[in-house]
């Protein structure tokens, strides 16, 4: 069964944004706040994925209400 990877990028007391990588699911940036998700995105590398991490640590309180 392939293996599934979670690296968090940032977190915070309420919020955590994270990368989610699977062989077969590719590259998934998710941000939980209060221990519920609020985006998940398909990105298309790695790269991309660490990048949109960081961007939503800048938008994330536009996000929830």
Known sequence: MPSITIQTIWK???EQCEIVFGPLMGYHVRLWVKGRLIVDELM???QTAIA???DLRLEWPGLVE
């Open 12 to 14: 915070t007391a309420s």
């Open 44 to 46: 298309a590398d790695a």
């Open 52 to 54: 949109r991490a960081w």
